[in-house]
C-alpha cells in the first residue's frame, strides 16, 4: 500500500473518532469525545491535519510524532 493511502486513512480513523460516541446512554444521550473535551478535540484533529498536511509533501516523521501524543 502506499505511504499517503495509510496515512489518510490514520487520520480519517482519528477524525472520525474524535466525532464518535464514546458512551450511548439510552435516555441521556451519546457521549463524545468532542463533546466531554472539546479543547483535546480540537488538538487531536489539529495533529491529524498536520500529518495530512505533510504526507502530502512527502514527509512522514510527523505523523509518528503525533501518534506518540494520540496514543492514551
Do not use: D
Not at 466531554?36 to 491529524?48: K, R, T
Not at 512522514?60 to 506518540?68: A, R, T
Amino acid at each position: 500500500m502506499n505511504k499517503r493511502l495509510i496515512n489518510a486513512l490514520g487520520v480519517a480513523a482519528v477524525v472520525i473518532g474524535v466525532f464518535s460516541p464514546l458512551i450511548s446512554i439510552p435516555f441521556a444521550g451519546s457521549i463524545s469525545y468532542a463533546y466531554q473535551q472539546p479543547g483535546e478535540g480540537i488538538i487531536l484533529i489539529g495533529l491529524a491535519a498536520v500529518s495530512f498536511l505533510c504526507s502530502l509533501a512527502n514527509v512522514y516523521w510527523p505523523s509518528f510524532v503525533s501518534s506518540i501524543f494520540l496514543t492514551p
